[in-house]
T-cell receptor, first 114, second 118 residues
Framework: DGGITQSPKYLFRKEGQNVTLSCEQN?????MYWYRQDPGQGLRLIYY???????QKGDIAEGYSVSREKKESFPLTVTSAQKNPTAFYLC?????????????FGDGTRLSIL | AQSVTQPDIHITVSEGASLELRCNYS??????LFWYVQSPGQGLQLLLK??????LVQGIKGFEAEFKRSQSSFNLRKPSVHWSDAAEYFC????????????????FGKGTKLSVKP
């Protein structure tokens, strides 16, 4: 079955540590997205990529970094500069970046601070 | 700028009762509209989408939504709610680059949490 796989499901970070969240899709989608979700705040866009080897900052990119070296992969690194990283992180993809294309979501990674 | 408003943060309905979740959007032309559902600890699942044509759209899990241009609304409905419908629901509109922005292709509302009483 085609879909989006996020791993790990739960992740713990120590102070001052960088951690990387994995997102892999086998839907052959061009566009991919990372969201952060906090209670009561909906979805906030961190980074997005319209096509391989290209990505753009979203609304809350500070303290995060991404890469898009392969079409199917869009890993997110939460750096030590992100002072409040505890949240639920969602990865999504769409066939292409267009307003009529729905996004397909992974099951998320919950990041907590030790 | 385009935006999506879900006026109700939290709604509680009894099992078997009807449900209507509200969604309003700001947009100039015929929008692309979506409803998603999120169960606790899960990702979002697409319930239905509206592009054009018939203003009443059928989706999965027995949900439907009606597009009303005059009210800039796209409300989600279900005739009889089941306990398994308890979740958070997100409305979204497709971004039109003519209205600026270079962010995600969808603009999401902040969600409505649905609780179901037995």
């Amino acid at each position: 079955d085609g879909g989006i796989t996020q791993s790990p499901k739960y992740l713990f970070r120590k102070e001052g540590q960088n951690v990387t969240l994995s997102c892999e899709q086998n839907l052959n989608h061009d566009a991919m997205y990372w969201y952060r979700q906090d209670p009561g705040q909906g979805l906030r866009l961190i980074y997005y990529s319209q096509i391989v080897n290209d990505f753009q900052k979203g609304d809350i990119a500070e303290g995060y970094s991404v890469s898009r070296e392969k079409k199917e992969s869009f890993p997110l690194t939460v750096t030590s500069a992100q002072k409040n990283p505890t949240a639920f992180y969602l990865c999504a993809s769409s066939i292409r970046w267009a307003g009529y294309q729905p996004q397909h979501f992974g099951d998320g990674t919950r990041l907590s601070i030790l | 700028a385009q935006s999506v408003t879900q006026p109700d943060i939290h709604i509680t309905v009894s099992e078997g009762a009807s449900l209507e979740l509200r969604c309003n959007y700001s947009y100039g032309a015929t929008p692309y509209l979506f409803w998603y559902v999120q169960s606790p600890g899960q990702g979002l699942q697409l319930l239905l989408k509206y592009f054009s044509g018939d203003t009443l759209v059928q989706g999965i899990k027995g949900f439907e939504a009606e597009f009303k241009r005059s009210q800039s609304s796209f409300n989600l409905r279900k005739p009889s709610v089941h306990w398994s419908d308890a979740a958070e629901y997100f409305c979204a509109v497709g971004r039109d680059i003519r209205y600026g922005g270079s962010q995600g292709n969808l603009i999401f509302g902040k969600g409505t949490k649905l609780s179901v009483k037995p």
